[in-house]
C-alpha cells in the first residue's frame, strides 16, 4: 500500500512539474494566434469554381512547431497554407491562424504515410542574394542538403463549348522545386541533368559525380533520385 501510494505522489509530481510548460505552450498559441476570422482581411483565398486549395497536404498533419523565441508548440493538428504562408492550428476544436515568420522549423507526422518529415523557414538561407517566404522541406541533411519547396500555380478553365471538351473550373495544382543548401546559401535545380550534375561536381568536389549518375541512371527531376544523388554525396 506504501509503495502504491509512492508512486502516485511520484506520478502527481511529475504531472505538476511538466504542466507549466503545458500551460505555457498554449500561452504561446492564445498570445501568437489569431482567430481566422481576424485574420481573413488581405488572405487570399481560391477564386470562385475552383478545384483543390493552397494548403501543403489537405490533411490535417500531427506537428511539432518550433518557434523562434525558442518555445515549441507540440501535437496539434497543422496545415500549412503556401500561399499565405501561414499556419492552421486546432485548438480545443477551434481552428487559429500562426503567422509563418514566427515559426523557425517544424516536423509533422504525414497522415497518408506515416512517417515524419522537416520543414526549415526559407528566410534563415540566403538565395540569389535575397531570402524567401516560405518553408523548405529537408529531404536529405548534410554538408549538402537537398531541399524542396511547394509552389502552387492556378490552372484556367480547358472547355470548349462548341465541343462540349474540357473542364470549366479553375484548378489548384501543386508542384516542388529542388534546392541545394551549403553553409546557409540554396541554389536552385534545373531539372537539367546535365547542368545540374556540372554544377554540384563544381559544388562539392565530387569528380566522380557524373560517373555515378550515369551508372545509376540518376537525373534530377524525381524526387527518389535526387535523394539517392545526394545520401552519396553526404556518404
Known amino acids: 500500500m506504501k509503495k502504491e501510494l509512492s508512486l502516485f505522489l511520484i506520478a502527481i509530481s511529475l504531472w505538476f512539474d511538466a504542466f507549466p510548460q503545458i500551460t505555457s505552450a498554449i ?14 482581411i488581405g488572405r487570399k483565398l481560391p477564386p470562385p469554381e475552383t478545384k483543390g486549395d493552397f494548403f501543403y497536404e489537405t490533411e490535417w498533419q500531427s506537428a511539432v ?13 497543422v496545415r500549412y497554407d503556401l500561399e499565405n504562408k501561414l499556419f492552421e492550428i486546432k ?3 477551434k481552428i487559429k491562424i500562426l503567422k509563418g515568420n514566427a515559426v523557425k522549423s517544424y516536423e509533422w507526422l504525414h497522415f497518408q504515410y506515416q512517417q515524419s518529415e522537416s520543414f526549415v ?13 516560405g518553408f523548405y522541406k529537408v529531404l536529405v541533411s548534410g554538408d549538402v542538403s537537398l531541399l524542396s519547396m511547394r509552389k502552387t500555380k492556378i490552372k484556367k ?15 489548384i495544382l ?4 529542388f534546392y541545394v543548401a551549403k553553409e546557409g546559401k540554396v541554389f536552385q535545380l534545373t531539372n537539367n541533368r546535365k547542368k545540374d550534375g556540372a554544377f554540384l561536381e563544381e559544388l562539392t568536389g ?9 551508372q545509376n541512371k540518376l537525373g534530377t527531376k524525381k524526387e527518389k533520385d535526387l535523394v539517392q544523388l545526394f545520401e552519396y554525396l553526404n556518404r
Open 27 to 40: 500561452e504561446t498559441i492564445e498570445n501568437k494566434i489569431l482567430t481566422p476570422s481576424d485574420m481573413m
Open 65 to 77: 512547431i518550433h518557434l523562434r523565441n525558442g518555445q515549441d508548440i507540440k501535437n496539434y493538428p
Open 91 to 93: 485548438v480545443d476544436e
Open 121 to 133: 523557414n526559407a528566410e534563415d538561407y540566403e538565395f540569389e542574394g535575397t531570402k524567401l517566404l
Open 157 to 171: 478553365p480547358t472547355y470548349v463549348e462548341g465541343i462540349d471538351v474540357g473542364s470549366r473550373d479553375n484548378e
Open 174 to 177: 501543386k508542384y516542388d522545386e
Open 206 to 214: 565530387e569528380k566522380e559525380l557524373d560517373k555515378y549518375m550515369k
